[in-house]
């Protein structure tokens, strides 16, 4: 049996949304969403209103770029998630190694699926929650302070390349 095939793929699968379950979510909704109103701007285009048509496409192409992101959102989680599972694996439970997650709940998402697989779940959901975050904290505390942020290339870049910062 090669490897991509049986239930692996399952596990690795599972294992991608488990690190990343909103990232996953949003993307998936924003494909469908953008599948049904491609589907409707191709159906007002066949029956002659070629204006509503593209209109409704464009809004399809729009919603098919936020599922883009939010996909590459969540590859990014996991890979963050492989990288706090081996450190806490390396160094243990630590604060300082969960403190820079603390402030987007994709992050805290990923971190707690690393403390879960190496037995520091119930530590790491005990600082999350000292510091006051709870389930529904969803944005990130940068885009509640400015909703703005989405769009800045320094919440881009902390959100797609996380990790260790470089210095010049």
Same mark, same amino acid.
Request: net charge positive; aromatic share 14%.
């Given at each position: ?20 379950p ?5 993307? @998936?909704? @924003? ?14 285009w ?19 770029v ?19 599972? @081996? ?14 997650? &603390? ?20 530590? &790491? ?23 703005? @942020?989405? &769009? ?17």
């Amino acid at each position: 049996m090669r490897r991509d095939e049986g239930p692996g793929v399952m596990r690795r699968g599972a294992r991608y949304v488990k690190a990343a379950p909103w990232p996953y979510l949003t993307g @998936a909704g @924003a494909l469908l969403a953008a599948f049904v109103l491609k589907g409707a701007g191709a159906a007002q285009w066949a029956t002659g209103d070629v204006s509503g048509g593209v209109v409704l496409c464009w809004w399809g192409a729009c919603w098919l770029v936020v599922a883009f992101f939010a996909m590459a959102d969540g590859v990014s989680r996991h890979r963050e998630y492989r990288r706090i599972k @081996a450190m806490l694996l390396r160094y243990g439970f630590s604060e300082r190694i969960l403190k820079p997650l &603390a402030r987007s709940r994709c992050q805290r998402d990923a971190a707690l699926h690393a403390a879960r697989e190496t037995g520091h779940l119930d530590r &790491a959901r005990a600082y999350f929650h000292g510091l006051g975050y709870r389930w529904y904290h969803i944005l990130p505390d940068l885009v509640i302070r400015n909703p703005l @942020a989405f &769009a800045s290339p320094a919440f881009l870049r902390s959100s797609f390349f996380p990790g260790k910062k470089q210095r010049a």
